[in-house]
């Protein structure tokens, strides 16, 4: 047989599942009136609606009338005011000798910037391991697995009750088996999905940890203003590792605060110890973009970078942000309301300790099933509830579908006793 007689693909091997997209499908196919989606990673408003921040329509009509404006392409590393308003908004604006020790590039998203930043780290430091979250973010996984020869390893995040972070978990895993260079993937802030954060004193012991073991930190930045409301408290973390004298990477996502994750807005940092490797980091990251994207896409950074230098447009986005922060915190109390009015089994306070667009339920992977199969809600199998997708149409349906489940699963283990 000759060798082309059979597919070059005849053994592809099947990717991992994407539950998100996957039970996005069975929820879209299903009828039934009530069904609700609480898996989204996209902020909806209170009508189910994918929300176009008012600040960002007002600026997309302004760049409309600018005839300055092309669709011509950008430079390789993209936009330089964007790239500086980005810088600004991550460091709130750095002094000249800051600057002179990052090395930015725009980039397609987070998740671009994750990407490259992934092939930097693992081109400079060939590390053995990637150490990520054990629920974390499933595009880190994904960027890995394409990076390719670096062993992917999770530690211990969420205490198993969600009552708070597994911190002596995680700095026991990391002390007892990450190794020098191993890069660990950090959610800055808001974390995605467990929506629990380290206190300021536990960022500190975790800088200090990595800078014992020599262990890279690699920060997301995709929620900045969504933990807090305020973006500059958002970034403490950061800041934090920075004044340790640690050398960081950032990826700067613009999809959730912006709402603009069909734009591809984001950046990639690269904070280093001096300004002598600056410039070769930069051509580097000029290198990889070449080989991966060419140049970024341009029109979501026009508008991030025009309200980000505006002072009346920045004010309207921080007007915007809140109303969304704001929002998310009513729909988080209102669920743990309901929950607690209908006396549903078991302690709920811990939603009210967690942050971001996301609520960790705690529910089994059966309740969930049943959540899905009896009362046509789709949930994470992990739990997460994707917050801003509860309004006032569907709350009480989902707290009332939560009541039954968690209380027939109650009944059945008591029986068993
Ligand atoms: C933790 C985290 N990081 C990164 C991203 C990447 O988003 P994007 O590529 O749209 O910027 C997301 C999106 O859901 C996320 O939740």
Redesign the pocket.
């Known amino acids: 047989m000759g060798f082309f007689s059979s597919s070059a693909f005849a053994n592809v091997p099947p990717p991992p599942v994407n539950e998100q997209v996957e039970l996005t499908k069975i929820h879209d196919a299903d009828p039934y009136e009530q069904k609700v989606n609480l898996t989204t ?1 996209e902020y909806k408003d209170r009508n189910g609606d994918l929300w176009v921040l008012p600040v960002v329509r007002q600026t997309e009509l302004e760049l409309i009338m600018d005839t300055s404006l092309t669709h011509g392409k950008s430079r390789m590393w993209g936009n330089g005011e964007f790239i500086e308003a980005a810088q600004d908004m991550l460091f709130g604006t750095p002094s000249a000798e800051l600057r002179s020790k990052v090395a930015s590039i725009q980039t397609v ?4 910037a ?1 990407h490259i930043g992934a092939k930097l780290l693992c081109d400079s430091l060939t590390p053995n391991t990637i150490w990520m979250s054990d629920l ?2 499933t ?2 996984d994904a960027v890995w697995d394409f990076i390719g020869g670096v062993e992917k390893r999770t530690y211990p995040y969420s205490l198993p009750d969600r009552s708070g972070v597994d911190f002596n978990g995680m700095i026991n895993a990391l002390k007892t088996r990450a190794r020098r260079n191993d890069v660990i993937y950090l ?1 800055s802030c808001a974390h ?1 999905s467990s929506g629990l954060d380290l206190t300021l004193e536990q960022w500190v012991e975790l800088g200090k940890v990595c800078q014992e073991i020599g262990i890279f930190p690699f920060f ?1 930045s ?2 900045q203003g969504f933990a807090s409301g305020d973006p500059d408290a958002d970034v403490w973390a950061i800041r934090c590792f920075m004044e340790l004298g640690l050398e960081v990477c950032v ?1 700067q ?4 605060g912006f709402g603009l ?1 069909g734009e ?1 807005v ?1 950046c990639l940092h690269v904070v280093l110890n001096s300004s002598a490797h600056r410039q070769a980091v930069f051509d580097r990251l000029y290198h990889y973009q070449r080989g991966l994207t060419s140049t970024p896409p341009t029109y979501g950074a026009n508008i991030v970078s025009t309200i980000l230098t505006s002072e009346s447009l920045y004010r309207a986005w921080r007007i915007d942000l809140k109303s969304m922060t704001d929002r998310i915190q009513k729909l988080r109390l209102g669920l743990y309301n309901e929950l607690i009015k209908r006396r549903v089994p078991g302690s709920w306070e811990y939603l009210l300790i967690q942050r971001g667009m996301f609520a960790h339920t705690n529910l089994s992977k059966q309740q969930v099933e049943l959540l899905r199969t009896e009362y046509h809600i789709y949930i994470m199998s992990t739990g997460r509830i994707s917050l801003p997708a509860l309004n006032a149409q569907n709350i009480e349906w989902v707290a009332g579908a939560i009541n039954e489940v968690v209380t027939r699963f109650s009944l059945e283990e008591k029986a068993n006793l």
Request: proline content about 0%; aromatic content about 8%.
């Open positions: 990673e998203s987070g998740t671009g994750c974390s973010h595009n880190h959610h995605s997301d995709a929620y990826a996502s613009f999809s959730r994750s591809r984001g």
